[in-house]
């Protein structure tokens, strides 16, 4: 099994940053892919970024140039830095793990951007 801990959401103006950290633990062989996705109240849930064992980086298009995920291998850690924050931004955020072709949910962390 793997756990994930998510930190970093809150509440900010437009234009400012926030950035998430995901934290992976337990019995961790192979990570194929960690990722963020998004729920809006009342929308279905959607990638925001994914970045895979080797390095490769998909942006959802409304998330190009604002937002960069990074990863930390050893920490088994996944982050999303996201810079000028727009209201539609607002949802929660659901970090995602495919380990050994299972996938894993964190718990979320609710992101409000107030205009």
């Known amino acids: 099994q793997v756990q994930l801990v998510e930190s970093g959401g809150g509440l900010v103006q437009a234009g400012g940053s926030l950035r998430l950290s995901c934290a992976a633990s337990g019995s961790i062989f192979s990570i194929n892919a960690m990722g963020w996705f998004r729920q809006a109240p009342g929308k279905q849930r959607e990638k925001v970024a994914i970045i895979t064992s080797d390095g490769r980086i998909n942006y959802a298009d409304s998330v190009k140039g604002r937002f960069t995920i990074s990863r930390d291998y050893a920490k088994h850690t996944v982050y999303l830095q996201m810079n000028s924050l727009k209201p539609e931004d607002t949802a929660v955020y659901y970090c995602?793990?495919?380990?050994?072709?299972?996938?894993?949910w964190g718990q979320g962390t609710q992101v409000t951007v107030s205009s």
């Open positions: 995602n793990v495919v380990h050994l072709e299972s996938d894993y």
